[in-house]
């Protein structure tokens, strides 16, 4: 056996790097055991051009060190990826996380040794690992979805995935470029790709609904007041459905605006004249679309916020038979994550940009030299593939785990991810998962959910070692109620619309059990709840 450390950790993402870093404190041995080469997980691997987050990055950041939070500079209001890997390499450095971190590491098997009460890990090259405890910091977004399309093995030129980009430099000057996918990864790697390629060729199944972000470098001025007011925006972000905190900076040239739009948000579209909407569009922007409640939840309030959309976008795009190839049509405005850009529009306004219709004309076959539609053969020097991920339960299935009595995790699932909290299973006693499915995850600020999730299960283990119990499992009627719970606040959003096929559905995997995966119902109440559960002993909880 390799190693038998108090805690095996799964991923070196935020998810790993936080729980070296809190379990060490505690006094818990800890390894952690990653399939990359260091740390940053999700911003390790989706090096694309033009990757960036979608979250302030201010807010999108550790709050475990008021030292960290002073000492680190962001150079822009929303951070590309090279500032996010950066800011986790430093937070490596910094608190000496790789200490406790086994690199160039897949786990393949992750298997409960019932008599032992351990769990024993084994990894791709075959070494083993065995601890009581184990949590599984693998990532919502992590395991990437390459469809099977046919032909594909015979692409002779170079084939790559947003999710999965080298870390060398990529040269795609003078080079007839494919990419398939117009989801977020897509839609941020798109106008990069048409600077860099000879011609790019953006083969779209399905049209996104896209808003401009904010591009703004960051104010000294403005990072200085977030510093000096950070305990409160904490606070604040604890209180807040998405974990980000609404402080508005005063230094903030943009105050008066978002004022506007918060406003905006506790009021309905409906209310406002055709004419008061189109001059919320025109002074403020696509995204002044998005902070109307009734867009979410009532289908006529959807229906006019998607309109002015078209509307906009048939401004934006200058051939009007590109733009409404572009338009959105059988699906609305907030079934899906909202995607974020720069100048994706425009960019279909370049003469070295093609977009292709995969609705218009299929997919017919990958051959040696590029793609093939139904009425074109599109020669290629390079294939990217901009196809998303497995999301949410993909790295946890990927991982093949086994709990009591040999059952597979697979097996549990296989009519969808069943667990309490999106922090345990019933049957895997003392594993653990952080911002698993039925938890808030991908719909909080990433940073907020991961921080509270491992502190949830420290101070579980804290119990439990304190009080002399050997295993930790939920109650079977405990993960009944909490999954019809998820799936009841679900019901009447946008996200779960009979004509919503999005990755929070499952509904980009063939075979995928459509369920909604991630907790809507916000994540103050979501956190209320599982501090209840610790307060009362761990209710709805088997503990032994
Ligand atoms: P997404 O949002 O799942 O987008 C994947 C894109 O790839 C989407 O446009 C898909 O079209 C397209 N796709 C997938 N399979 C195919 C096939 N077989 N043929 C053609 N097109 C295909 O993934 P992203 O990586 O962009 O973003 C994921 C999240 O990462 C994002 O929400 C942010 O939170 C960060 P489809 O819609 O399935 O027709």
Same mark, same amino acid.
């Given at each position: 056996m390799a190693d038998s450390p108090n805690v095996l950790v799964v991923g070196a993402g935020f998810a790993g790097m936080y729980a070296v870093y809190r379990f060490r404190r505690q006094g818990l041995t800890v390894k952690v055991l990653e399939a990359g080469s260091d740390v940053g997980g999700t911003w390790y691997w989706n090096r694309y051009p033009g990757a960036r987050c979608d979250v302030p990055s201010l807010e999108y950041s550790y709050s475990f060190s008021p030292e960290l939070e002073q000492e680190w500079?962001?150079?822009?209001?929303?951070? #590309?990826?090279?500032?996010? %890997? /950066?800011?986790?390499?430093?937070? #490596?450095?910094?608190?000496? %996380? /790789?200490?406790?971190m086994q690199f160039n590491t897949r786990v393949v098997g992750v298997e409960y040794r019932q008599d032992e009460n351990l769990w024993r890990l084994t990894t791709e090259q075959g070494e083993q690992f065995e601890a009581a405890f184990v949590v599984m910091a693998t990532g919502c977004l992590s395991v990437p979805n390459k469809p099977e399309l046919p032909g594909a093995d015979s692409f002779v030129g170079e084939v790559?995935?947003?999710?999965?980009?080298?870390?060398?430099?990529?040269?795609l000057a003078g080079k007839q470029v494919g990419i398939i996918g117009t989801g977020s990864s897509g839609v941020q790697a798109i106008p990069e790709l048409a600077k860099q390629a000879g011609h790019l060729y953006v083969f779209q199944r399905t049209p996104v609904y896209t808003v401009p972000a904010n591009r703004k470098q960051m104010r000294n001025d403005v990072q200085q007041e977030f510093r000096d007011s950070y305990r409160e925006i904490?606070?604040?972000?604890?209180?807040?459905?998405?974990?980000?905190?609404?402080?508005?900076p005063l230094q903030s040239d943009r105050r008066w605006q978002r004022e506007g739009v918060d406003r905006a948000s506790e009021k309905q579209i409906l209310k406002l004249t055709p004419g008061q909407r189109r001059n919320l569009v025109a002074t403020q922007g696509l995204a002044s679309l998005l902070a109307f409640r009734d867009v979410y939840t009532d289908p006529e309030a959807n229906d006019v916020a998607n309109e002015l959309y078209r509307e906009a976008v048939r401004g934006m795009v200058a051939d009007p038979v590109v733009a409404a190839r572009l338009l959105p049509?059988?699906?609305?405005?907030?079934?899906?994550?909202?995607?974020?850009d720069r100048d994706y529009y425009a960019t279909f306004n370049r003469d070295d940009v093609t977009l292709v219709d995969l609705q218009e004309t299929?997919?017919?076959?990958?051959?040696?030299?590029?793609?093939?539609t139904s009425d074109m053969q599109y020669e290629l020097d390079v294939l990217i593939y901009a196809t998303g991920f497995d999301a949410m339960t993909g790295a946890l299935l990927k991982a093949n785990v086994r709990g009591r009595d040999g059952r597979s995790l697979a097996d549990k699932w296989r009519y969808g991810p069943v667990a309490y909290l999106g922090l345990q299973m019933q049957g895997f006693p003392n594993l653990f998962t952080v911002t698993g499915p039925g938890s808030p995850s991908v719909l909080c600020n990433m940073l907020v959910a991961i921080e509270q999730h491992v502190n949830w299960i420290g101070d579980c283990i804290a119990h439990m070692r304190n009080n002399g119990f050997k295993s930790i499992e939920p109650l079977a009627e405990s993960e009944d109620e909490w999954i019809a719970h998820v799936n009841e606040v679900a019901q009447g959003t946008m996200y779960t619309a009979p004509s919503c096929n999005s990755w929070y559905l499952g509904a980009n995997i063939a075979g995928k059990p459509r369920i909604f995966m991630p907790y809507v119902g916000g994540y103050p109440r979501y956190r209320e709840r599982c501090e209840r559960a610790a307060a009362n002993g761990y209710e709805g909880f088997a503990l032994q």
């Amino acid at each position: 056996m390799a190693d038998s450390p108090n805690v095996l950790v799964v991923g070196a993402g935020f998810a790993g790097m936080y729980a070296v870093y809190r379990f060490r404190r505690q006094g818990l041995t800890v390894k952690v055991l990653e399939a990359g080469s260091d740390v940053g997980g999700t911003w390790y691997w989706n090096r694309y051009p033009g990757a960036r987050c979608d979250v302030p990055s201010l807010e999108y950041s550790y709050s475990f060190s008021p030292e960290l939070e002073q000492e680190w500079d962001w150079p822009e209001v929303f951070s #590309a990826q090279t500032d996010i %890997l /950066r800011y986790a390499n430093h937070v #490596a450095d910094r608190f000496d %996380l /790789r200490r406790d971190m086994q690199f160039n590491t897949r786990v393949v098997g992750v298997e409960y040794r019932q008599d032992e009460n351990l769990w024993r890990l084994t990894t791709e090259q075959g070494e083993q690992f065995e601890a009581a405890f184990v949590v599984m910091a693998t990532g919502c977004l992590s395991v990437p979805n390459k469809p099977e399309l046919p032909g594909a093995d015979s692409f002779v030129g170079e084939v790559l995935h947003t999710g999965l980009w080298p870390k060398e430099h990529v040269d795609l000057a003078g080079k007839q470029v494919g990419i398939i996918g117009t989801g977020s990864s897509g839609v941020q790697a798109i106008p990069e790709l048409a600077k860099q390629a000879g011609h790019l060729y953006v083969f779209q199944r399905t049209p996104v609904y896209t808003v401009p972000a904010n591009r703004k470098q960051m104010r000294n001025d403005v990072q200085q007041e977030f510093r000096d007011s950070y305990r409160e925006i904490r606070r604040m972000q604890q209180r807040n459905q998405g974990g980000i905190s609404t402080f508005r900076p005063l230094q903030s040239d943009r105050r008066w605006q978002r004022e506007g739009v918060d406003r905006a948000s506790e009021k309905q579209i409906l209310k406002l004249t055709p004419g008061q909407r189109r001059n919320l569009v025109a002074t403020q922007g696509l995204a002044s679309l998005l902070a109307f409640r009734d867009v979410y939840t009532d289908p006529e309030a959807n229906d006019v916020a998607n309109e002015l959309y078209r509307e906009a976008v048939r401004g934006m795009v200058a051939d009007p038979v590109v733009a409404a190839r572009l338009l959105p049509k059988d699906y609305g405005l907030g079934c899906k994550r909202q995607v974020l850009d720069r100048d994706y529009y425009a960019t279909f306004n370049r003469d070295d940009v093609t977009l292709v219709d995969l609705q218009e004309t299929p997919l017919d076959t990958i051959t040696a030299q590029g793609l093939r539609t139904s009425d074109m053969q599109y020669e290629l020097d390079v294939l990217i593939y901009a196809t998303g991920f497995d999301a949410m339960t993909g790295a946890l299935l990927k991982a093949n785990v086994r709990g009591r009595d040999g059952r597979s995790l697979a097996d549990k699932w296989r009519y969808g991810p069943v667990a309490y909290l999106g922090l345990q299973m019933q049957g895997f006693p003392n594993l653990f998962t952080v911002t698993g499915p039925g938890s808030p995850s991908v719909l909080c600020n990433m940073l907020v959910a991961i921080e509270q999730h491992v502190n949830w299960i420290g101070d579980c283990i804290a119990h439990m070692r304190n009080n002399g119990f050997k295993s930790i499992e939920p109650l079977a009627e405990s993960e009944d109620e909490w999954i019809a719970h998820v799936n009841e606040v679900a019901q009447g959003t946008m996200y779960t619309a009979p004509s919503c096929n999005s990755w929070y559905l499952g509904a980009n995997i063939a075979g995928k059990p459509r369920i909604f995966m991630p907790y809507v119902g916000g994540y103050p109440r979501y956190r209320e709840r599982c501090e209840r559960a610790a307060a009362n002993g761990y209710e709805g909880f088997a503990l032994q």
